[in-house]
């Protein structure tokens, strides 16, 4: 017979075990969770991106507006002039890189904190990214078809509307746009999804060197990849994944820092500090650089906007998670009122960057005969219609693909309950 005593203690510890197991699960798991702030900027760019290209497909422009309308003062010419900003609209797109960076890499970056033998299942991965890509693309890609064959049949024809056949049908569905032919139709916006499938493809080699060498060397080493493969392809025309490389890798170095942040900071009784405002004033010099650069060229543009927006990012993470905590910076508080409508159209982002430019070109090709307008009405008209249509797109197709992808996610293991205590 055992002695009650020791049974009664060694039962305690066991609970005691299991709830510490279960504690560093919920951790975990939490801190992977939804974030309101960077739903919030994927929003963000979203609608940045969105607003940029519905304005080059149906407006004018600001020149031919200005030399048009001159100092005009009426309602439709302020509501003009104040869309000026969204001349740059095409930041958004690096603001997509960081935010990419950040979030696949962000749970891997919380268990290694957590567990540092933690290893990253490369095939599940890969099988979860293509579930959560490929059934959206591919639908978007089909809309595309249907959408331009409508375009097409109503002259004069819209330039923004390239091949929709087969080969380029396929090309766009393998994610070779950029290298082995242009983007699909009118649908512009689908470069950036081949140099988005191609870092997923290299992201386990990333996590392996992370283990090896560190986060900051990787981030160097990519530094230097970026501005061969910018010299080497990029001025001639060809778009890979090494040319933007360091952008994401950006987003991946925040995670990174975040995930060691809280793991100190879960240890330590003394708050954590306000991170300097050095940080925000570098992230508005380079983003003000960043604007003037792209009257030179898109590309240098892109990288000192991806810059800047990684100063703010990491910035606005550390100052959250000093001022609510690790819970709640990792997105569990109540949103403010704009961060929370952002954070809705974040929600459905994703759906809304792949479809929205074949609608403009169909709704302006309908309305105007692809003519550019001299009025700004109809630009916020089309902003609006497409809205509903990418949320609808959402709810019917990339929702069942999230679905898919998540189900894939390996499910973590039950801690077993041994006499000599829990075993992981």
Known sequence: MSDPALDAAGSSLRVAAVRETVGDTLRVDTAAGKEHLIDAMRGFAALLVAY????????????????????????GAIAAWLTLPVAWGSAGV????????????????????????????????????????????????????????????????SHKIRDIGLEAFLVNLFSLQGVAGKTYGSNGALWTLSLEVQFYAVYPLVFAL??????????????????????LLERH????????????????????????????????????????????AAAAALIVLGCGAFHFGQYGAFQLWAAGFACWLYAALARQSASRGVAAGAGNGAPHLALGVLSRFGDFSYSLYLIHLPIFVLLGSVFFRSELQLAIWPSFAFMLAVLPVAWLFHR?????????????????????????????
């Open 210 to 231: 992370r283990k090896r060498i560190g986060m900051p060397a990787i981030v160097a080493l990519v530094a230097l990849v970026n501005v061969a493969s910018a010299w």
């Open 396 to 424: 019917l197709v990339e929702l069942p693909a999230m679905r898919w992808s998540a189900s894939l996610k390996p499910r973590a293991a039950k801690p077993r309950v041994t006499p000599q205590g829990v075993q992981r």
């Open 52 to 75: 940029f290209h519905c304005r080059q497909v149906v407006w004018v422009g600001m020149q031919s507006f200005h030399q048009t309308m001159g100092h005009s003062l009426s309602p």
């Open 237 to 280: 025309d060809l778009q890979f994944f090494t040319s933007y490389w360091l952008s994401w890798m950006l987003g991946a170095w925040i995670a990174d820092a975040g995930a060691m942040r809280s793991a100190s900071a879960s240890s330590a009784t003394a708050p954590r500090a306000q991170p300097s405002r050095l940080w925000y």
């Open 94 to 157: 690096p603001i997509f890189f960081v935010i990419s960076g950040y979030c696949i890499h962000r749970g891997a970056a919380q268990r290694l904190a957590a567990q540092p033998a933690y290893r990253l299942d490369t095939l599940n991965f890969w099988a979860r990214r293509f579930a959560r890509i490929y059934p959206v693309l591919l639908a978007a890609l089909i809309l595309t078809f249907l959408l331009d064959s409508v375009s097409l049949q109503l002259p004069p024809v």
